[in-house]
């Protein structure tokens, strides 16, 4: 990632506002500061701006997880309870940066949508994706019902 001079020059001015909003936090904004005066690309990521961005197909995947989630959680019932922890949504791994995660966990708290996020060492973003993109083709084959049965939902899980 780089910043025009334009951009280092606005990101240097609202440093300095946050040193006055923020006084407590001032020596962390002045070494941010630093990084965007002096244009030092390897420390940007220090700055909490993340080098890599999540694209439209891969939001898009997101939203359609989060869908069938919500579809789910909507038509379960009780199919929920005979399926402890198969039909929560439980993100791809907090441990891990995954723009995935991070995605789906700002929706989540804009839309109120519950994540039980798991911390076992088998939460890994790759194997929840790979989980996640079964069941879509799952639902994709029942024509994407908002509402479920129970033997529609076991077969999502399964």
């Known amino acids: 990632m780089v910043f025009s001079f334009a951009e280092r ?10 040193k006055k909003l923020d ?8 070494r941010h500061q630093e990084v965007v005066e002096k244009g030092f ?4 990521e220090d700055l909490g701006i993340s080098t890599r961005t999540l694209s439209k197909e891969e939001a ?18 009780g199919a929920a309870s005979n ?10 791994g907090s441990g891990q940066p995954d723009e995935r995660f991070a995605y789906a966990d700002f929706l989540s708290n804009i839309l109120k949508f519950p994540q039980e996020v798991s911390n076992s060492p088998d939460n ?14 799952r639902w994709d084959e029942i024509g ?7 033997d529609q939902i076991e077969h999502l899980v399964a």
Not at 64 to 70: H, P
């Open 23 to 30: 006084p407590q936090k001032s020596s962390l904004y002045t």
């Open 41 to 44: 690309e390897s420390l940007y």
């Open 60 to 77: 898009q995947e997101m939203d359609d997880i989060l869908a069938l989630f919500r579809a789910i959680k909507a038509s379960s019932g």
């Open 144 to 150: 994407r019902k908002r509402e479920l049965s129970p």
């Open 83 to 92: 399926m402890p922890g198969k039909t929560e949504f439980v993100g791809f």
């Open 124 to 137: 890994r973003p790759e194997l929840q994706l790979e989980k996640y993109r079964t069941m879509l083709k």
């Open 9 to 18: 020059l606005m990101l240097f001015n609202q440093y300095e506002i946050l």
